[in-house]
């Protein structure tokens, strides 16, 4: 071979690489939290442009103060924390500051987080004092041998282990308050046409079911983790609980295989063990994380109920199905790209 062919060729070989390198599938963008802020009939011809803006701007800040505890190596419970608190704090969300109210006008919160590590896990449910829920749980989880305390034992608690303690009144919001109006309302005219206690049991209305908040992270060290918090449902009576609270229910975490948080119609979560099912799917049947939460959120959407769920495998691998209108949802990936949606 004479030197024009070779350095021909060798010419040839330098003007493929881009062309080939290019032609390679860039590697997928590794997630490291998910959020959510509660699913429903959420349509975009029924969002003013500001409250659309709003809703963007606190899941960023939430998102982005999620990422913040991971890129300081902090732990995946961290980042969770901190996430909720800013959804806590906000009367836009179904939990803490935006809480719903009961059929009695009062405000009862759960939460619930576990860690993908250990498989430790807190919660707490019907409490009426504490600012951030979230916090409480976690204080469960750390600083006792239980994983749920409720009402009054669980502010007790909480106070105890220096948990911030509110006037019940800090969760009034005018909106809130409009929405049980509403219901009261339709409770009366439903006893008017029904005489007897069947009333009180008939499914709650779509647009005041759902808003509970929740992330899932996968931090630095490879440890998953899930926590969740809300107001519950519009007035609900009899001191109704939720899915949120209950592990493997609404919220789980297992380093050997994925973290959920769920929102929706609590009764059905928990009659499918959701957030569990979800693992149980990934380790026994070697669904991938995408098809494991679709298959959960259809079982569920069978039964009657409806939600979403959001859910981190320890590869960094996203998903987040639901079968309602909307979910308030968003993700951070490791290098700090945040992505918002609400509507499908």
């Known amino acids: 071979m004479g030197k024009s062919a070779f350095f021909l060729i060798i010419l040839i070989c330098m003007m493929m690489k881009p062309i080939i390198s290019n032609g390679q599938p860039s590697p997928k963008p590794k997630f490291v939290l998910a959020i959510h802020g509660g699913a429903g009939t959420i ?16 899941l960023t800040e939430s998102l982005q103060a999620g990422y913040d505890q991971i890129k300081q190596g902090k732990s995946s419970l961290d980042a969770i ?38 498989l430790k896990a807190g919660a707490v ?32 608690f909480a106070a105890k282990n220096g948990i911030e303690i509110v006037d019940p009144k800090y969760f009034w919001t005018q909106q809130r308050w409009d929405g049980l109006q509403r219901a ?22 779509k647009d005041e079911k759902f808003g509970t908040v929740g992330c899932v992270a996968l ?19 009899f001191g109704r609980v939720g899915d949120a609270p209950i592990i493997g229910a609404g919220t789980y975490a297992n380093n050997e295989t994925v973290a959920i948080s769920c929102t929706g119609w609590g009764e059905f979560f928990i ?4 957030a569990y099912n979800v693992s149980a799917k990934m380790k026994y049947a070697k669904l991938d994380i ?4 679709q298959q959960v959120i259809d079982e569920i959407g069978k039964l009657g109920g409806d939600g979403g769920m959001i859910a981190i495998d320890k590869n ?17 990936t490791a290098d700090g790209k945040i992505t918002v949606e609400i509507y499908k």
């Open 271 to 274: 009659r499918s063990v959701a």
């Open 43 to 58: 349509l975009k011809k029924n969002m003013t442009d500001s409250l659309e803006k709003a809703y963007i701007e606190k």
């Open 290 to 293: 995408k098809d494991a939460s």
């Open 316 to 332: 960094g691998e996203v998903a987040m199905p639901f079968n309602t209108e909307g979910m308030y949802r968003g993700t951070v």
């Open 81 to 118: 924390e901190a996430a909720i608190h800013v959804m806590e704090d906000s009367p836009l969300f179904n939990a803490g500051k935006g809480a719903v109210f009961t059929n009695q006008g009062k405000n009862e919160l759960d939460a619930a987080i576990m860690d993908g590590s250990n």
């Open 184 to 205: 009261l309302k339709r409770d009366s005219e439903r006893a008017e046409l029904d005489h007897d206690d069947k009333q009180a049991f008939l499914p709650p209305y």
């Open 219 to 237: 931090d630095q060290q490879g440890n998953l983790a899930a926590g969740t918090s809300t107001g519950g449902m519009t007035n609900k009576k």
């Open 125 to 156: 449910a019907g409490v009426t004092s504490i600012k951030n829920p979230i916090s409480a749980a976690r204080a469960v989880m750390d600083k006792s041998e239980h994983v749920m305390m409720v009402g009054k034992g669980a502010e007790e």
